[in-house]
C-alpha cells in the first residue's frame, strides 16, 4: 500500500488501479534533451514520443503521475476540441479548421495504436453519445452533424428519443448525435501505462519534484527544491495545476472546478440496463451531466461545474440529486466517492499549444476535451522538438487572449458567464 504521501487523488479511480512504485524525486543537477514539466497526458504522450526518437529525456512531476486532470476525469475520450468546428473555422479559417479537425481524428487513431502497442489495460469501451436536452441544443446538435458529415467527411449517426431509449433508459434525452469512433477508459489506468510505456522507452520519471522556476534562455533549465535540470528544449505540461512558472502562458486559461461520482455498487444485470451498449454520454449545457458504466457495475457520473478550488458544500448531495434526475430508477442509490479536479479553458475554448520561445513548448487548454487530445498534443510537441513543426505551427495560428485581471478577476467574470449559461440551458 502507498503511504498518505505517496497516494493519488483520493477517487474510485485510485482505488481501482494497483498500486505501482513511486518513481523517485530528483537529487542534483542533470542535464537532458528535453525536460518534461508535468507527468499528465500531455507530458507523459511528449515523453514517451521523444524518447521513442532517441532523445534523453527527464519528467519532472509534482505529485505523482496522474494527480492532475489525466487521473480524475470523466474518461470520455472524444473525437474533436472544447469547441466546435464553426468556431475553428471562424478563429482559423475553412482549410485550418479542417486540419485541426482531422489531427484530432489522428489523436483518437494514436491513443487507439498506443493502447494495444504498449498493452496498457485501461478498460477502453466504443461509443460516445451527445445529448440534447431541450430544442435548441437540439437544433445544434444537427447542425453540427449535418456540417460534420458535409464538410469534414466525419459520419455520426442521429437517433431520435426512441432509437435512443433502446440504449439509454432515461427519460430526460430528446435523442442523440452517436460516434462510433469516440469511446471511454479508466483515465488514471491510461496515465499510468503512459509512464510506464515512457519509462519503457527511456524517459526517466520523478515523481514529488515540483517545479519551482523556469529559467528560460538557449538552453532552458527547470529548478525544484533538491536539483535542477538543464535540456535543450522544455516542454512545459503543467496544465490548470501550473502556478506562476510561465504567468503569460497561465493568463490565457481559467482553471474551472468539475466533479465526479461513483455510485454505489449496482450489480452487473442493473448497471447493464441503464446503458445497454456500453457507450459513454454527456449532454451539451455548459454545466454539463456526463456519465458511463465501470467495470465494477457502478454509475461514473460527472457534472457540477465550479470556480472554486474548493469543492462546494454539499457536493455528494448535488451529484447524487443530478443522478437521479437523469436516472429516477436509481432514487435508492447513492455515491460511494466524490472527487474533482481543474480544468484548463480558453476564452474561446479552442486548444492553446505553441512555443514560448526556440527552447520551450507548451500545450494547455483542451478546455474538458482533453483525453484523446492531450495525447496527440504531446507527440505534436515532441514532432516540433525534432524539427518537423507543420502540424504544431497550424495550432499556434490560432489566437488567444489573457483573462483580462489575473487569477482573482478571472473568477467573477467566469461566474457571470456560468450563471449565463446555466440560465439560457434552463430556459430554452
Ligand atoms: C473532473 C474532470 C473531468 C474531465 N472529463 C473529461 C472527459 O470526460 N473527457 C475529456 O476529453 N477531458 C476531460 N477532462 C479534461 C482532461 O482530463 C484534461 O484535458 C487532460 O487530462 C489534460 O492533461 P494534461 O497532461 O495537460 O494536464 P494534467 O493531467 O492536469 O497534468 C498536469 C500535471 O502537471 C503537474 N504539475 C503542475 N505544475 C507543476 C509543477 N510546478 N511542477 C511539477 N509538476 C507540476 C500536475 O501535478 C499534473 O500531474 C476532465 C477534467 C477534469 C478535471
Not at 518534461?36 to 519528467?59: D, E, F, K, N
Not at 488514471?188 to 522507452?201: E, I, P, S, V
Amino acid at each position: 500500500m502507498s503511504s498518505t504521501a505517496d497516494a493519488h487523488a483520493p477517487s474510485w479511480y485510485a482505488d481501482s488501479v494497483p498500486d505501482v512504485a513511486v518513481h523517485a524525486p530528483l537529487h542534483g543537477d542533470h542535464v537532458a534533451d528535453v525536460c518534461v514539466l508535468g507527468a499528465g497526458y500531455t507530458g507523459l504522450s511528449a515523453a514517451l514520443a521523444l524518447a521513442g526518437r532517441g532523445y534523453r529525456v527527464i519528467v519532472l512531476e509534482g505529485q505523482r503521475v496522474g494527480w492532475g486532470a489525466s487521473g480524475r476525469n470523466g474518461g470520455q475520450a472524444i473525437v474533436g476540441y472544447g469547441c466546435e468546428v464553426d468556431t475553428l473555422e471562424r478563429l482559423v479559417g475553412p482549410a485550418d479548421a479542417r486540419l485541426l479537425f482531422d489531427f484530432s481524428r489522428d489523436g483518437m487513431r494514436l491513443l487507439r495504436d498506443r493502447l494495444q502497442r504498449h498493452q496498457i489495460q485501461c478498460d477502453w469501451r466504443d461509443g460516445h453519445a451527445s445529448v440534447p436536452i431541450n430544442a435548441r441544443q437540439e437544433r445544434g446538435l444537427r447542425a453540427g452533424l449535418v456540417a460534420l458529415a458535409e464538410r469534414y467527411d466525419y459520419p455520426l449517426q442521429w437517433w431520435d428519443r426512441s432509437q435512443l431509449q433502446q440504449q439509454l433508459d432515461s427519460p430526460r434525452y430528446r435523442g442523440a448525435m452517436f460516434d462510433a469512433a469516440s469511446g471511454h477508459l479508466h483515465p488514471l489506468a491510461y496515465a499510468q501505462g503512459l509512464a510506464r510505456a515512457a519509462a519503457c522507452a527511456g524517459a526517466v520519471i520523478h515523481e514529488h519534484s515540483p517545479v519551482l522556476r523556469l529559467e528560460r534562455g538557449t538552453r532552458p533549465r527547470l529548478r525544484t527544491a533538491t536539483g535542477s535540470v538543464s535540456a535543450s528544449h522544455v516542454v512545459i505540461a503543467g496544465n490548470a495545476l501550473l502556478q506562476g512558472i510561465a504567468p503569460a502562458q497561465e493568463a490565457r486559461i481559467m482553471p474551472v472546478g468539475t466533479y465526479i461520482g461513483a455510485s454505489q455498487v449496482l450489480g452487473k444485470a442493473r448497471a447493464q440496463a441503464l446503458i445497454r451498449n456500453d457507450m459513454a454520454v454527456a449532454d451539451v449545457s455548459w454545466a454539463l451531466d456526463y456519465f458511463r458504466l465501470s467495470h465494477d457495475h457502478r454509475l461514473l457520473f460527472g457534472g457540477r461545474a465550479s470556480y472554486s478550488a474548493l469543492p462546494p458544500p454539499g457536493l455528494r448531495g448535488v451529484m447524487t440529486r443530478r443522478m437521479h434526475q437523469v436516472f429516477p430508477q436509481l432514487a435508492d442509490v447513492g455515491m460511494d466517492y466524490v472527487w474533482g479536479g481543474l480544468v484548463d479553458i480558453t476564452r474561446n475554448r479552442a486548444p492553446d499549444w505553441g512555443r514560448l520561445d526556440p527552447t520551450v513548448y507548451y500545450a494547455q487548454g483542451f478546455s474538458g476535451h482533453g483525453v484523446a487530445a492531450a495525447g496527440l498534443a504531446g507527440v505534436i510537441l515532441a514532432e516540433a522538438i525534432a524539427g518537423q513543426s507543420e502540424r504544431l505551427d497550424v495550432f499556434a495560428r490560432i489566437p488567444h487572449r489573457r483573462f483580462p485581471g489575473g487569477r482573482a478577476l478571472r473568477t467573477p467574470l467566469l461566474v457571470a458567464a456560468m450563471s449565463w449559461y446555466k440560465l439560457r440551458d434552463a430556459l430554452w
